[in-house]
C-alpha cells in the first residue's frame, strides 16, 4: 500500500453569501464540484470541507474560516484551497493575515483556483497580496453602493431600520415573511404616542408622562419607566411623517401621528425645557402663587390659526405672541399676513382671565349643565375596540409561550420575564375596557364639576402642578384675536 503524502493533504474552504448565491450563481454546491474536481486531478487528499453559507466576508467572525485556521495551526492540512480569492475574505487586511500569520507561520500554502496562482512560489504569494487589495476595493464599493441605494431610498420617503418605531408596524405575510419594512398605523400603539404628545403639549413634564404611562399601560410594549424613553418618541421626526437621512428631513409615504405643527411645538418646547430646567413661579392671584405660562400648550391665534407662545416684550412684560407673527419659528408659521398683534393681554392677564372663568362658572352649576353636551360616544366604542384587539394579541402572545414551555422548547427562567410583562399588560388592559364600560355621560361631567369647583382651594393651597392639570383637563383651546377670547371646554 503506497504511503500517503503528507503535504497532499487539503483543507477545502466553501463561501457564499445569500445575495451572491442569487444573483452571481456561488452556490455551495458548484463550487464543492470545482473543488473536488480540482483534487482529483492532482490527487489531493481531502481532510475537510469547511462552509460558511449566508456570510459575508467582510470580517473573519465565520465559523467555516474559523475551522480552517484550527486545522492549519494544528497541522491537519499542508494546503488550503479556495475558489476565489474573494470566498476567503474581501478585507485586504484579513487576506494578509490568513496568509502571513496562519498559513505560511505553519507551513501550510494557500490555492486559488480562478486566479490560477499558489502561495508555495514567491510570484504567488506576491500575487495574493495585490488581488487581496482588489477584492477590499471591491468591497468598498459594495459598501458605497448600498449606502447610496439606502439614501435614495429614504428620499423617495421610505422608512430604513430594522426596528419598527413605536405606533406604527412592518406588514407580514399570514406565515409571518416580511413583505415590506413601509411603515403601516398599528390602531394601539399609535395612541400611546398620540397620547403622549398631548400631555406633553398640555404642559405635563416629561418625569410625570413617564409615570402616568407605565401607570397606566405597563412596560411590556415600551419602556417608560424613565423621561429619556419619552423625550426619544418626542424628538422622533417620523411621528410628524419625515424620515431622515442624516441631519436631513423627507417627506415620508407613512402616515403620521401628529401635526407638523404639534412637533415643531413640542421640539421648541423641549429646548425651552433644556435651557430652563425649572418652571419659575411669577405672579399672585387670590392670595396665593400661581405659575407663569399656564396656557402653553392651549393657546392659538384667532386669525391664521397658528399656536401661540410666552414671549418677554420688555424686561417687565411678557405677552403671548402668535407664531406668525413672531416668526422666529419658521415651522411653526401659517401666515405671512397674519393680523394678530393687538390684543392688550400681559401673559399674568390672560392667565387670570381663563382661571377667573372657570372659578366663576363653579359658581353656576345651572350655566355649567347647559354648557354640557352628551359626550361622543363614538370615540369611546373605538377605543373600547383598540383595547379588546390588544387584549386578544397578548392573549395569543402568552398562549404561545405557555405551550413552548409545556413542549419542553424553552425553560421557564426564559419566558418568566416576558410572562410577568405580558401579564401586567394584560392587566392594564382589562381595567381600561372595565372602566370605558363604566364611564357613563353623566360621570364624566360629575368628574368635570367636581374639577371646577376644585380649583379655588388648589388656588388656596398654591399647588401649581395641580392647578395646571386642572385648566389643561378642562380646556381643549383657548382662541386669541385681537382682544376676543375665546374658551373651548372639554367637556362640551
Same mark, same amino acid.
Given at each position: 500500500?503506497?504511503?500517503?503524502?503528507?503535504?497532499?493533504?487539503?483543507?477545502?474552504?466553501?463561501?457564499?453569501?445569500?445575495?451572491?448565491?442569487?444573483?452571481?450563481?456561488?452556490?455551495?454546491?458548484?463550487?464543492?464540484?470545482?473543488?473536488?474536481?480540482?483534487?482529483?486531478?492532482?490527487?489531493?487528499?481531502?481532510?475537510?470541507?469547511?462552509?460558511?453559507?449566508?456570510?459575508?466576508?467582510?470580517s473573519?467572525?465565520?465559523?467555516?474560516? $474559523? $475551522?480552517?485556521?484550527?486545522?492549519?495551526?494544528?497541522?491537519?492540512?499542508? $494546503?488550503?484551497?479556495?475558489?476565489?480569492?474573494?470566498?476567503?475574505?474581501?478585507?485586504?487586511?484579513?487576506?494578509?493575515?490568513?496568509?502571513?500569520?496562519?498559513?505560511?507561520?505553519?507551513?501550510?500554502?494557500?490555492?486559488?483556483?480562478?486566479?490560477?496562482?499558489?502561495?508555495?512560489?514567491?510570484?504567488?504569494?506576491?500575487?495574493?497580496g495585490?488581488?487581496?487589495?482588489?477584492?477590499?476595493?471591491?468591497?468598498?464599493?459594495?459598501?458605497?453602493?448600498?449606502?447610496?441605494?439606502?439614501?435614495?431610498?429614504?428620499?423617495?420617503?421610505?422608512?430604513h431600520?430594522?426596528?419598527?418605531?413605536?405606533?406604527?408596524?412592518?406588514?407580514?405575510?399570514?406565515?409571518?415573511?416580511?413583505?415590506?419594512n413601509?411603515?403601516?398605523v398599528?390602531?394601539?400603539?399609535?395612541?400611546?404616542?398620540?397620547?403622549?404628545?398631548?400631555?406633553?403639549?398640555?404642559?405635563?413634564?416629561?418625569?410625570?408622562?413617564?409615570? @402616568?404611562?407605565?401607570?397606566?399601560?405597563g412596560?411590556?410594549?415600551?419602556?417608560?419607566?424613565?423621561?429619556?424613553?419619552?423625550?426619544?418618541?418626542?424628538?422622533?421626526?417620523?411621528?410628524?411623517?419625515?424620515?431622515?437621512?442624516?441631519?436631513?428631513?423627507?417627506?415620508?409615504? @407613512?402616515?403620521?401621528?401628529?401635526?407638523?405643527?404639534?412637533?415643531?411645538?413640542?421640539?421648541?418646547?423641549l429646548?425651552?425645557?433644556?435651557?430652563?430646567?425649572?418652571?419659575?413661579?411669577?405672579?399672585?392671584?387670590?392670595?396665593?402663587?400661581?405659575?407663569?405660562?399656564?396656557?402653553?400648550?392651549?393657546?392659538?391665534?384667532?386669525?391664521?390659526?397658528a399656536?401661540?407662545?410666552?414671549?418677554?416684550?420688555?424686561?417687565?412684560?411678557?405677552?403671548?405672541?402668535?407664531?406668525?407673527?413672531?416668526?422666529?419659528?419658521?415651522?411653526?408659521?401659517?401666515?405671512?399676513?397674519?393680523?394678530?398683534?393687538?390684543?392688550?393681554?400681559?401673559?399674568?392677564q390672560?392667565?387670570?382671565?381663563?382661571?377667573?372663568?372657570?372659578?366663576?362658572?363653579?359658581?353656576?352649576?345651572?350655566?355649567?349643565?347647559?354648557?354640557?353636551?352628551?359626550?361622543?360616544?363614538?370615540?369611546?366604542?373605538?377605543?373600547?375596540?383598540?383595547?379588546?384587539?390588544?387584549?386578544a394579541?397578548?392573549?395569543?402572545?402568552?398562549?404561545?409561550?405557555?405551550?413552548?414551555?409545556?413542549?419542553?422548547?424553552?425553560?421557564?427562567?426564559?419566558?418568566?420575564?416576558?410572562?410577568?410583562?405580558?401579564?401586567?399588560?394584560?392587566?392594564?388592559?382589562?381595567?381600561?375596557?372595565?372602566?370605558?364600560?363604566?364611564?357613563?355621560?353623566?360621570?364624566?361631567?360629575?368628574?368635570?364639576?367636581?374639577?371646577?369647583?376644585?380649583?379655588?382651594?388648589?388656588?388656596?393651597?398654591?399647588?401649581?402642578?395641580?392647578?395646571?392639570?386642572?385648566?389643561?383637563?378642562?380646556?381643549?383651546?383657548?382662541?386669541?384675536?385681537?382682544?376676543?377670547?375665546?374658551?373651548?371646554?372639554?367637556?362640551?
Open positions: 500500500m503506497a504511503a500517503i503524502d503528507f503535504n497532499n493533504v487539503v483543507d477545502l474552504y466553501i463561501r457564499v453569501s445569500t445575495s451572491e448565491q442569487a444573483e452571481e450563481g456561488y452556490s455551495v454546491a458548484e463550487q464543492e464540484e470545482r473543488l473536488r474536481s480540482y483534487c482529483a486531478a492532482f490527487n489531493y487528499i481531502i481532510n475537510a470541507i469547511h462552509i460558511d453559507p449566508g456570510f459575508s466576508g467582510a473573519l467572525d465565520r465559523p467555516g474560516i $474559523k $475551522k480552517v485556521m484550527y486545522d492549519v495551526e494544528h497541522g491537519r492540512c499542508k $494546503k488550503v484551497i479556495v475558489w476565489k480569492l474573494d470566498r476567503l475574505s474581501r478585507s485586504q487586511k484579513d487576506t494578509l493575515i490568513l496568509l502571513e500569520d496562519v498559513f505560511l507561520a505553519n507551513d501550510c500554502n494557500f490555492i486559488s483556483l480562478m486566479e490560477s496562482f499558489d502561495t508555495s512560489t514567491p510570484f504567488g504569494r506576491c500575487i495574493v495585490i488581488l487581496a487589495a482588489f477584492a477590499q476595493m471591491e468591497r468598498e464599493n459594495i459598501k458605497i453602493r448600498t449606502m447610496m441605494g439606502r439614501q435614495a431610498r429614504i428620499r423617495d420617503g421610505h422608512f431600520g430594522s426596528r419598527c418605531p413605536l405606533g406604527y408596524k412592518f406588514q407580514y405575510a399570514p406565515d409571518g415573511t416580511l413583505l415590506s413601509d411603515l403601516v398599528d390602531p394601539y400603539t399609535s395612541k400611546l404616542v398620540q397620547e403622549v404628545f398631548r400631555l406633553f403639549l398640555s404642559g405635563s413634564s416629561l418625569s410625570s408622562i413617564s409615570a @402616568h404611562m407605565a401607570s397606566t399601560y412596560c411590556s410594549i415600551y419602556d417608560w419607566s424613565n423621561s429619556t424613553a419619552i423625550r426619544r418618541i418626542l424628538s422622533n421626526p417620523i411621528y410628524m411623517g419625515n424620515v431622515r437621512v442624516g441631519n436631513e428631513l423627507y417627506p415620508g409615504i @407613512h402616515e403620521p401621528l401628529v401635526s407638523e405643527t404639534d412637533w415643531y411645538m413640542v421640539a421648541a418646547m429646548k425651552h425645557n433644556k435651557e430652563q430646567q425649572k418652571r419659575t413661579y411669577a405672579y399672585q392671584i387670590s392670595g396665593g402663587a400661581y405659575a407663569d405660562n399656564l396656557l402653553t400648550g392651549l393657546l392659538f391665534c384667532g386669525d391664521c390659526g399656536r401661540m407662545y410666552a414671549r418677554r416684550v420688555s424686561q417687565n412684560k411678557k405677552k403671548y405672541i402668535c407664531h406668525s407673527v413672531a416668526k422666529t419659528s419658521p415651522a411653526m408659521i401659517k401666515s405671512d399676513h397674519c393680523t394678530n398683534r393687538l390684543h392688550p393681554f400681559t401673559v399674568h390672560l392667565d387670570e382671565m381663563v382661571i377667573n372663568e372657570i372659578l366663576k362658572l363653579s359658581l353656576d352649576r345651572p350655566g355649567f349643565d347647559m354648557l354640557c353636551d352628551q359626550p361622543d360616544e363614538s370615540s369611546k366604542s373605538e377605543d373600547k375596540e383598540i383595547y379588546e384587539e390588544r387584549l394579541e397578548v392573549n395569543r402572545q402568552l398562549d404561545r409561550l405557555v405551550k413552548l414551555y409545556q413542549t419542553g422548547l424553552i425553560d421557564l427562567d426564559n419566558i418568566s420575564a416576558r410572562l410577568g410583562d405580558l401579564n401586567q399588560e394584560k392587566n392594564f388592559l382589562e381595567g381600561n375596557i372595565a372602566t370605558i364600560n363604566e364611564i357613563t355621560p353623566a360621570d364624566l361631567r360629575e368628574t368635570a364639576w367636581k374639577s371646577i369647583q376644585s380649583l379655588q382651594s388648589v388656588l388656596d393651597n398654591g399647588d401649581m402642578d395641580e392647578v395646571h392639570r386642572i385648566i389643561h383637563t378642562l380646556i381643549d383651546k383657548v382662541v386669541v384675536f385681537n382682544a376676543d377670547v375665546t374658551i373651548y371646554w372639554s367637556f362640551c
